[in-house]
């Protein structure tokens, strides 16, 4: 993903966060789309369609040599002003 010209990574959660299903990435609408109750998010994980009541969390991410390792165990939350804290994001 690029933000402000600048290239990261990111591990987003595969959980939405409505009601805990598993969203669909749709390439053809560059998409992920909740197949429970409509709930939309941007690639970015950002929602924007359903009753979705805040974007997808992003994992921790970090890169170990030429290894990307994610870590389920810590997430991150858009609305608690978490993303772009250490471990949200890999700048590339």
Wanted: aromatic residues 10%.
């Amino acid at each position: 993903l690029t933000e402000g010209g600048t290239e990261k990574l990111v591990a987003l959660s595969p959980i939405c966060t409505h009601l805990g299903c598993i969203p669909n990435w749709l390439p053809a609408d560059l998409k992920f789309k909740c197949p429970c109750h409509g709930s939309g998010f941007y690639m970015t994980g950002i929602n924007f369609e359903g009753p979705a009541p805040r974007p997808l969390e992003r994992l921790k991410i970090e890169l170990e040599g030429e290894f990307v390792v994610v870590d389920k165990a810590f997430n991150y939350r858009q609305e608690l002003q978490q993303w772009g804290q250490s471990g949200s994001e890999v700048v590339l």
